[in-house]
Structures are given as structure tokens and as C-alpha cells.
Nanobody, 128 residues
Framework: QVQLVESGGGFVQPGGSLRLSCAVS????????MGWYRQTTDNERELVAT?????????DNSVNGRFTITRNNTNDKYMVFLEMRNLKPEDSAVYYC????????????????????WGQGTLVTVSS
């Protein structure tokens, strides 16, 4: 069973830093894209940053120079991190981990793909 577990959200003052983590596990063969999106109560879910398996990184202009996305995998556990610095009140949102084109083993010689998977979300609040 494939699982996405996020952690690292919390409360921070403007100018502070937080690090979000997302652990993806469950007989995983490969993941093409891993990334972060965010959503406030008044807005649609929006891209923060994504990291593709070939190294390509896509990010929203509002976080360039402040947020850094990285990923790694060890022993069937895939991780994606979002290092957030110089946080602003407008960064407050629920942050969601997302994977695209996740391939996992159902049985030893049979694989399936999830086109999209989302985590449960972690709340980030930036306020003085």
C-alpha cells in the first residue's frame, strides 16, 4: 500500500523558516514528479514547486529565492523536502505533497501506476 506522509508544518513569525517533509513508501519502483502545492480557504490549490526525476524543477515566481525543493530515495522510501526561508504572511496555507506517475509493485512481476497522489496536507501559518 502506497502512503504519503507529510510533516513539518507549524507556526512561524514573518522572516522565519520551516522545512516540510513528505515520505512516500510502499513497494515503489519509481516516481516521476514530486512536489508541493498549497491552498488557502479562499483560493484554489496552487503550485509551489515540483521536482522531476530528470532534475527539472518548476516553481512559482513568488517563492523563487526563498523556497528550495529537494528529493531523494533510499530503500524504497522516497522523500521530498521543501525548505522555506524568509516566510511571509501570504505563504500561510495548507501545503500538500503530490506525486505524479508513481509506479509501484503489486506483485513481484506486476506493476501499477498512480497518475496522481496527494498527501493529507500540513498547515503553515506565518504571523506576528
Amino acid at each position: 500500500q502506497v502512503q504519503l506522509v507529510e510533516s513539518g508544518g507549524g507556526f512561524v513569525q514573518p522572516g522565519g523558516s520551516l522545512r516540510l517533509s513528505c515520505a512516500v513508501s510502499g513497494n515503489i519502483a519509481s516516481i516521476n514528479v514530486m512536489g508541493w502545492y498549497r491552498q488557502t480557504t479562499d483560493n484554489e490549490r496552487e503550485l509551489v514547486a515540483t521536482s522531476r526525476s530528470d532534475g527539472f524543477i518548476n516553481s512559482d515566481n513568488s517563492v523563487n529565492g526563498r523556497f528550495t525543493i529537494t528529493r531523494n530515495n533510499t530503500n524504497d522510501k522516497y522523500m521530498v523536502f521543501l525548505e522555506m526561508r524568509n516566510l511571509k504572511p501570504e505563504d500561510s496555507a495548507v501545503y500538500y505533497c503530490k506525486t505524479e506517475d508513481l509506479i509501484f509493485y503489486v506483485e513481484r512481476w506486476r506493476r501499477q501506476k498512480y497518475l496522481e497522489l496527494w498527501g493529507q496536507g500540513t498547515l503553515v501559518t506565518v504571523s506576528s
